[in-house]
């Protein structure tokens, strides 16, 4: 059975989730500028083994707007306690494997087991490139067109005829400019670095990454593997940054394996 929830936040906000399945709870947490789309095909299997929830970060997909500055982090624990999970496995990409792994840093005993999928980490000083300028330039003008070109360009590499490029496409023009504004609250959110504190990380960790993701996602999910103690990772073939769309049978076999 699946069922669809608009939760509220303590400041005001209002978050989209969808709950499918039976079993051990997991949590997805998509990247910026996407929303629970990402995990289209990837839910129904975990569904068959798992209580799944997904929902759409702040300001994107079917959530509020954030008309303050939001911590989150704060959300992640709002979408737990109105399900009243206590110890789920959280799967996030991106940015979504950055806020859980800042979770589980700061929360150990609520987390599980965590994956993290092309993830990103906090502390992390990503090198100078002619990419990260045009996104700061972007964000500085409010352009949510040179936004989601640079999204599509970048992170997915292997294009429109790919799996899952339509809705990729989509996905990133859609949220475009609500990226923008949510990325603007999200400065209230305090500075973090979890990447200073891996080793302390005890909770079953799953890293994978694309053959054809950005080169900085490959060297972070090494320094992940490198410094978690309970950590396992794989690089997928025929993926770029989008890999629940991309491969989801691999995916999900991946998944399902540690979740067990």
């Not at 910026?32 to 095909?41: E, P």
């Not at 993290?116 to 992390?124: C, E, M, R, Y």
């Amino acid at each position: 059975m699946r069922t669809e929830h608009e939760i509220p936040t303590p400041d005001g906000g209002r978050l989209w989730a969808d709950r499918r399945g039976a079993g051990t709870p997991v949590v997805l947490l998509h990247g910026s500028g996407m929303d629970s789309r990402l995990w289209d095909a990837v839910v129904p299997t975990l569904a068959r083994h798992h209580d799944v929830i997904r929902y759409d970060a702040r300001g994107l997909g079917r959530s509020a707007p954030p008309d303050r500055p939001f911590d989150d982090l704060a959300d992640l624990r709002t979408v737990l306690d109105h399900f009243r999970l206590t110890r789920p496995a959280l799967v996030g990409l991106s940015m979504g494997g950055e806020t859980a792994l800042d979770f589980t840093v700061a929360h150990p005993d609520r987390v599980a087991a965590l994956a993290l999928i092309g993830a990103s980490v906090s502390g992390h000083d990503w090198p100078p490139s002619s990419d990260t300028t045009a996104y700061a330039e972007a964000r500085r003008r409010g352009d949510a067109a040179a936004l989601a070109a640079l999204e599509l360009s970048v992170w997915a590499a292997l294009g429109r005829t790919a799996p899952g490029g339509e809705l990729i496409e989509t996905m990133i023009t859609e949220n475009a400019a609500r990226r923008i504004t949510s990325e603007h609250h999200l400065t209230g959110a305090p500075p973090r670095d979890a990447e200073s504190h891996l080793t302390r990380i005890t909770t079953p960790t799953l890293i994978v990454h694309g053959d054809h993701d950005h080169p900085e996602i490959a060297a972070i999910a090494a320094r992940l593997t490198a410094a978690i103690p309970a950590a396992t990772s794989h690089r997928l073939p025929d993926a770029d940054h989008y890999l629940p769309l991309r491969t989801p049978e691999r995916l999900s076999a991946l998944l399902l394996t540690h979740l067990a």
